[in-house]
T-cell receptor, first 120, second 111 residues
């Protein structure tokens, strides 16, 4: 199956700093990737849709200037948490869909292993 | 916003027993998916059932879908300790690329 990786797997930073998280599709091209945030013992909340070569689409209530998304290539999307604060501490997960060998979107989304962010 | 609601929120059963989790959703869908998440890890796709399907099997997993009731169930037979995880249903309510997750059921298999 398709593999999605994330880097780093965890990060600790001081309040006010910016943190960049990478999401890569390892063996397929992903024109669209998705970023989720998950607080402890809660479900995944979609933050934004990352589109290769164009601006990301943010969900209601998600600050686009706070969470910068760049999808510069077909295999890489980055999420930058700018001026991070303790309330941004969370588990960030990305996902991607595979175009597939038969030239059609595969319905299954493949998820990365997640990045745990702790802001002190 | 969240589309799915799983119940129960938490479930503890003895190893070897069957575990059943339910998911209800609000709007029409193309498909419904179930995912598993081990503590602090990413999500693993378990099974996808399309809106025109009523039941699907994969190994020890059995998923049903009742579009008239807007509900789905996930049955894990002969549970094992390794099945301890959180299980989420996910739907595509807007019939676009986005999928929306339910709140999840935390399953704990007792040895």
């Amino acid at each position: 199956g398709a593999v999605v990786s994330q880097h780093p797997s965890w990060v600790i930073c001081k309040s006010g700093t910016s943190v960049k998280i990478e999401c890569r599709s390892l063996d397929f091209q992903a024109t669209t990737m998705f970023w989720y945030r998950q607080f402890p013992k809660q479900s995944l909340m979609l933050m934004a849709t990352s589109n290769e070569g164009s601006k990301a689409t943010y969900e209601q209530g998600v600050e686009k200037d706070k969470f910068l998304i760049n999808h510069a290539s077909l295999t890489l999307s980055t999420l930058t948490v700018t001026s991070a604060h303790p309330e941004d501490s969370s588990f960030y997960i990305c996902s991607a869909r595979d175009w597939g060998e038969r030239g059609e979107w595969q319905e299954t989304q493949y998820f990365g292993p997640g990045t745990r962010l702790l802001v002190l | 916003s969240q589309q799915g609601e799983e119940d129960p929120q938490a479930l503890s059963i003895q190893e070897g027993e069957n575990a059943t989790m339910n998911c209800s959703y609000k709007t029409s869908i193309n498909n419904l998916q179930w995912y598993r998440q081990n503590s602090g890890r990413g999500l693993v796709h378990l099974i996808l059932i399309r809106s025109n399907e009523r039941e699907k099997h994969s190994g020890r997993l059995r998923v049903t879908l009742d579009t008239s009731k807007k509900s789905s169930s996930l049955l894990i037979t002969a549970s094992r300790a390794a099945d301890t995880a959180s299980y989420f249903c996910a739907t595509d309510p807007n019939r676009d690329d986005k999928i929306i997750f339910g709140k999840g059921t935390r399953l704990h298999i007792l040895p």
